[in-house]
């Protein structure tokens, strides 16, 4: 019985190991993917959260900024979804600048924390997006 118990206990550990493992191996289009999808929520929180604000929270340029980010975002999520090596690092570098107009617009707003929060969004995704892109 003791043997059983000490077998058991030996493969949970060994199974619970494997399973933590996962999440350290994932690859930089995985986290990028992340990173998009991320992003992509947060710049849509912020355009529903502008709206409400209305004013310069309603101005062309933010929203257009947001509203490029977002598209920029979801075009990358999806192309490194598929795999497409060959078109994955074109996206990466328009993702990049136009999460870095985004942050710059939110940037504007330097007391609101809606707004930072989206501009950190923001730089976080072009930190993994910058190592997929052409422009490295």
């Known amino acids: 019985m003791k043997r059983i118990l000490v077998l058991l206990g030996m493969f949970l550990c060994t199974f619970s190991f494997s399973f933590g493992q996962s999440a350290y191996g994932q690859t930089t289009g995985e986290i990028a993917k992340g990173n998009c999808t991320s992003c992509a929520a947060s710049c849509q929180k912020t355009i529903d959260y502008c ?5 310069k929270y309603s101005e062309a340029s933010v ?8 598209t920029a975002c979801k075009m990358t999520s999806d192309f490194l979804n598929r795999g497409s090596v060959g078109l994955q690092a074109k996206t990466c570098d328009l993702t990049v600048q136009a999460c870095n107009e985004c942050a710059k617009s939110m940037d504007k707003f330097k007391t609101d924390n809606t707004m930072q929060a989206c501009a950190n969004e923001c ?3 072009v930190g993994n997006c910058q190592k997929l892109s052409t422009n490295k």
């Open 51 to 55: 709206t409400k604000k209305k004013g």
């Open 63 to 70: 929203m257009n900024s947001l509203k490029d980010c977002i």
């Open 123 to 125: 730089r976080k995704c």
